[in-house]
C-alpha cells in the first residue's frame, strides 16, 4: 500500500548522463563582458570577507547576462536541474574574492541559508575527519571518500551549489543523476520496489545538528519520493537512513533493502551518472529536489591547506512551490536557531577549522 498513486515524470528533468555528457548547453561560458562585469564587483568588494555578510543581488549585477540568467532558473526549476559555470580563471582570483562572486551568483538565484550551526552561509567542503575524528560530530561533505547519490536535507534548501577551490590529487569527480530518471527506471523494472520509496524510510540526523537545532535526532519516516503542486520531490538521504538503522531506531526489511540497492545501484550507474571534474574556478548550480548528487573518490593531500576544497551555497528559490511537509526534514526554524546560536559563539575561523 503506498501513501499516492505512482506517478511518471517526463520533459527534460528526465535525462541520461550518456546522453547528457554528448551536449554542451549545460556548460555556461562566462563571456569577456560578464568577467569585466565581475571584476568590477570584486573591486568594488575590496577588503571585504567572503565569509561574512551576504552578497545583495543590487550588489553584483550581471546585467550582461540577464536573459542568460532567466532561462537558466527555470532551467533548473523544471529542465534538466543543473548548470555548470566555467570561464573563471583560478589564478586571476583569491579565494576570498572567489567566496564574493560565488554568493553575488547565488544572489540572483534566490536567497542563502545557514548551513550549520556555526552561521555559515559559504559552506566549506574539504575532508577533516583526522582532525574532527567523531564521526557523529561532523557531516558526509567532512570526510573524504566516494559519496553515493543523494539529495542534501530538504524542506528549506532548493538549489545546492558548488565553487571548485582546488582539486584532489587525483579524483574527486563531481556526480549527478536525474531523480526523475532513476523514479521512472524503478517503476519499469521493479514497481514494487519503488512503492517502497513512496511510503518512506525513518532517519536520523547528526547528534551534533539535533543539539544545536534543540530536536531530537530522530526525524522518523520521510518518503523518498512525493508528488505534490505539480512536482515530483525527492528526498535521499542515504546515510541518515543508515544511521537511523545504526542507532536502533529502526530495522530495514528484506524489501527495503532490495529497493535500497535497486535505487543506489541504477542512480551510481555510468549511463544514469553525468561525471564531471570540477576545476578550480568551475561553480555548479542544481536543483535539490530533482537531481542527485555525489562524489567519486579520490586521493588528496595530507596538508589540510593543499586537500581536495569546495565552496558550497544553499540556497532557497521562494517563487518555487513549498517542499511537501512530509519531506521537510530541515525547515527555516532549525536555521534561524542555527544563526541564533552562531551570535553566541561564531569563531573568526571557517566552520571547517573550527
Known sequence: MTFQPLYRPSGRSVWLGKDIVQTDDWI???SPATIEEID?????FRGRNAYDTPVARDEFPLTTMAEDLARMQQEIATGRG???FRGLDKDRYSDNELGLIFRGFGAHFGHELTQSAFGDRLGDIRDISDILVDRSKRRGYQSGGFQTA?????????IVAMLSLKMARSGGESLIASAHSVHNMLLDWCPDLLEEFYKGFVLRRPEADAERMGRPPLIGNVPSFCYENGWLNCDFQHGYMRRAVEHGDTTISPKQEAALGAFVAISNHP??????MLKPGDFQFIN???ILHGRAAFEDREAK???RH???LWINVPEWPRMPTSQSTLVAADMARWDALAVQHRAATPAWAS
Open 310 to 312: 569546495l565552496y558550497r
Open 305 to 307: 591547506d593543499e586537500r
Open 40 to 44: 568590477a564587483s570584486v573591486s568594488r
Open 271 to 276: 549511463d544514469v551518472m553525468l561525471k564531471m
Open 82 to 84: 543543473f548548470f555548470v
Open 288 to 290: 535539490n529536489r530533482t
Open 28 to 30: 555556461v561560458r562566462l
Open 150 to 158: 543523494h539529495t542534501d536535507p530538504s524542506g528549506e534548501v532548493s
